[in-house]
């Protein structure tokens, strides 16, 4: 849609992924892209609130990511 011109904001993502955080079990490991958002001082802060596990996948890994 050429109206959506804005990048994904940090806020405006944890709206969505706080959703999901809330719902995973204590001994699940979330893992995520190399994305920038994904490394935004508050998606980590929030991330280490809720006592999550998370591990960031390598640079360039089309095998891990078959989309």
């Known amino acids: 849609n050429p109206n959506y011109k804005r990048s994904f904001e940090p806020y405006t993502y944890l709206l969505v992924f706080r959703a999901y955080l809330d719902h995973l079990e204590p001994n699940e490991v979330l893992v995520v892209d190399n994305a ?10 929030k991330i280490a609130q809720l006592g999550r596990t998370v591990r960031y996948l390598p640079a360039y890994t089309p095998q891990l990511n078959p989309i």
């Open 36 to 45: 920038r958002i994904h490394h935004a001082a508050a998606v980590k802060e």
